[in-house]
């Protein structure tokens, strides 16, 4: 029966990891249970790093499994979460095992046979799109983006063919509980400060070629050493007629960055890929990040290169680019000026629905754009915490950036590889509409143990 539960006792209770907030504006938060004393380091390329988590029940129990498709998964194994949000304490816990108040994340439940379900499979890699319009999550290849959240939906869904089941795009009851286990593990409201993920890469208009260039002698684009500087070797990049526009490439890695070249004040970058045309005035700028970045990261969670300046992604226990990098689309939720809507089982997910079977929280979300201090709380869907105040900053609260408009709007997590300090875990944006569409959003495929 779902909601099963038994008393604590003594012996037990140290399965149960958790993390406590006294709703200060520090943003670091206290360990209880299990993770008292425990460190959580993370790592850079092939160095290694001391977390005791990856040796702990869930933390260190998430294993990456390919599909008979080659999709590639993390592994997250079932278990059970209970949230306390009171005037001034917030906590967050997550146990094996079903303690009294806890409640089982929806990803882990068989609504046709009510059951609980073992596992939930994350996509590794950010959702690219193959064969038959199949979501895919697979190395090698650069992020899908101009789509909208309807068409990634449908394409998740076209892999329950030929007896598979349980395919769908992300959804708000797996991100919730991968934003959890991130709060738990690193003790922080404010993730960047550990990974920062790619969140600094370039996206202006102002970064156009100031030459032709020929590919017979190689693909590069000559722009000024101020444009140059911004970018980095091994970054992804595209290129077109206008800032956001692929009509020269998506998807090429920078090979080299040559300053005062070929005369100085301009800096000549080479790329890889099938040999292209550029003129003067294309723009170029990055885009999302190729899939298989974290194959040179050693630790269980950290970053390639040093993070410090956001130009590089991070992965989280496998999971590539948990935040920033795209924008990811969220399924399951819906706002309608401002109100949240929420829906638990995968196969009701459609867009602008503001009627059973979603359902109205019980609380508004924040009419206006800002630094989050607070996140509503519904007592009979936990799961479901948008922004219902602001007022923070880079480093203080939440410290991580909302975005909302009236309308009706659906959801996206975690922000961009152009959104600075506003990105994060807990950033969300509840401004788009279900046809919005840009080479800055992108997704990720999941999958349920059916």
């Known amino acids: 029966m779902r909601g099963q539960f038994k008393a604590y006792r003594k012996s037990e209770i140290y399965n149960v990891f958790g993390a406590s907030w006294g709703k200060g504006s520090a943003s670091a938060l206290a360990r209880t249970g299990s993770s008292i004393g425990l460190l959580a380091n993370v790592g850079v390329d092939a160095t290694p790093a001391v977390n005791d988590f990856d040796n702990a029940p869930i933390f260190g ?214 040999p292209v045309a550029l003129s003067i005035d294309d723009i170029i700028f990055n885009s999302g990040w190729k899939n298989g970045f974290s194959a040179g990261i050693s630790a269980s969670s950290g970053s390639i290169v040093n993070n410090s300046d956001g130009k590089h992604p991070c992965s989280y226990r496998g999971i590539e680019s948990p935040f920033g990098d795209v924008w990811q689309f ?44 607070a996140m509503g709380s519904d007592p009979n869907n936990p799961f479901a915490a948008f922004p219902m105040a602001i007022g923070g900053s880079t480093s203080t609260y939440y410290a991580d950036y909302y975005y909302q408009a009236t309308g009706q709007r659906i959801a996206r997590v975690g922000g961009g590889w152009l959104s600075g300090a506003f990105a994060g875990p807990w950033c969300w944006t509840l401004s788009a509409s279900s046809s919005d569409a840009s080479v800055a959003i992108g997704g990720r495929l999941l999958k349920k143990a059916l």
């Open 61 to 274: 129990e998430m294993r990456e499994v390919t599909d008979t498709m080659g999709n590639v998964f993390v592994k997250v194994p079932k278990f059970y979460i209970k949230k306390v949000d009171e005037l001034s304490l917030k906590t967050w816990e997550v146990s094996r095992v079903p303690y009294k108040g806890f409640y089982l994340p929806w990803c882990f439940w068989d609504f046709t046979n009510n059951r609980e379900l073992p596992y939930v499979d994350i996509g590794k890699y950010k959702a690219s799109l193959g064969a038959g319009n199949k979501l895919e999550s697979k190395p090698g290849v650069y992020p899908l983006v101009n789509t909208n959240i309807v068409n990634m939906r449908t394409y998740a869904k076209n892999n329950n063919t030929g007896g598979l089941q349980g395919y769908q795009q992300l959804d708000v009851h797996t991100y919730n509980m991968l934003q959890t286990l991130m709060t738990i593990e690193f003790a922080t409201l404010d993730v960047q400060t550990i990974m920062k993920g790619f969140t600094a890469g370039r996206y202006s208009a102002d970064d156009k070629a100031i030459a032709a260039t020929d590919p017979a002698a190689g693909n590069t684009i000559v722009v000024s050493n101020t444009t140059g500087a911004h970018y980095r070797v091994g970054q992804p990049i595209s290129c077109g007629t206008s800032l956001g526009g692929v009509q020269r490439f998506y998807g090429r890695n920078i090979t080299a960055i040559d300053a005062d070249t070929p005369e100085a004040g301009q800096t000549t970058i080479s790329f890889d890929g099938a």
């Open 330 to 373: 969220v399924d399951g939720v819906n706002s309608n000026e401002h109100q949240a809507w929420v829906t638990k089982n995968a196969e009701d997910y459609a867009s602008n629905v503001f009627a059973h079977p979603y359902e109205q929280l019980s609380y508004v979300n924040h009419d206006a754009n800002g630094y989050v201090t």
